[in-house]
Every structure is written in structure tokens, then in C-alpha cells.
């Protein structure tokens, strides 16, 4: 019987991995602000200093979504965090325990460098995964709200 395996992205995953994406990207009605490319995942995500990790989740050697994270900190708590940036599985692959086997992986991970929170951001209008997450006791977090520079506001800020 087939079942699902989880192992650590390498820079040969970038084409998959941005194939993911993209599958993300149009999920999230998102598709035009997709700027990946293979080449710039694999300088960004697997490059020497990069800082940024990636899961595979695969079913009966097949690739079928995966998970991109990296470490933050916690000053009250003096020390870090593991964020998840993203997570994806394709949808004829769901409900075989893929998104919760990259989620508890994530888990070990935080836990076995120390990470006091395991942390994510959820689209509100996303109900589908919202369920999910609290269904495995993730537990939404009403009193912040994210903010966000990028692009041309970006550039003109740092600039004056």
C-alpha cells in the first residue's frame, strides 16, 4: 500500500517546487505575481547562505506538495521560531495525510533546534485550511495583523 513520505527539498526539487507554486499561486487567484523561476529558487532557497529550507511530500515516490520555512526569533522568549512560508498539496492528493505529515515534520524540526513557536499565516477567505489547521489545535491569531512593504513602496522608502 502506498503512503506518504516526507523528505528535506535540494536544489534539484526547484523545478517541482516552482510547479507547486505556481499550483499555489492559482489556488490563491494570485497567478500573475508569481516571479519565481527555477534558477532564482535554486539560488534563493538552496543557495550558501540562504536560510531558507523546503519539505517534499511524496506519494509512492511521487512528488505531491511541499513546505518552504525558515528560523525567525522571539525576543520575549529569547528564542526562535520556525515560520512556514508555505504549504501545498495538489488536490488529487489530498486527504492522504500529506499536510499533516509535512506539519508534524515541521513540528520536529522546530523542536529539535529549539524553536519556541511554529508559526504560519492562513488567507482569511481560505476556510478549507483554516479547518484544517485548528482542526489539528493551530490556533488563530486575531490580535495581529500583518503588514507589508514590497516593490516600488519598498524602494521609495528605503530611499528616503
Not at 504549504?87 to 508534524?104: D, I, M, N, Q, T
Not at 482569511?124 to 483554516?130: I, L
Request: with cysteine; hydrophobic share 40%.
Amino acid at each position: 500500500m502506498a503512503s506518504v513520505s516526507i523528505r528535506p527539498a535540494t536544489a534539484d526539487d526547484a523545478e517541482i517546487i516552482l510547479y507547486f507554486i505556481r499550483e499555489l499561486a492559482i489556488y490563491e487567484k494570485a497567478e500573475d505575481e508569481v516571479l519565481a523561476t527555477v534558477e532564482t529558487i535554486k539560488s534563493s532557497m538552496f543557495g550558501e547562505h540562504s536560510g531558507v529550507y523546503g519539505l517534499i511530500a511524496e506519494f509512492d515516490g511521487k512528488a505531491i506538495g511541499f513546505s518552504v520555512y525558515f528560523y525567525n526569533y522571539s525576543t520575549w522568549l529569547a528564542k526562535p521560531g520556525l515560520y512556514l512560508e508555505d504549504l501545498y498539496v495538489s488536490p488529487e492528493f489530498r486527504g492522504k495525510g500529506a499536510g499533516v505529515s509535512l506539519l508534524k515534520q515541521l513540528a520536529k524540526i522546530a523542536l529539535e533546534k529549539g524553536c519556541g513557536r511554529f508559526e504560519w499565516s492562513c488567507l482569511d477567505w481560505n476556510t478549507p485550511s483554516r479547518e484544517f489547521y485548528e482542526s489539528l489545535g493551530a490556533e488563530p491569531q486575531h490580535e495581529w495583523l500583518g503588514y507589508r512593504m514590497s516593490g516600488k513602496t519598498l524602494v521609495d522608502f528605503a530611499d528616503k
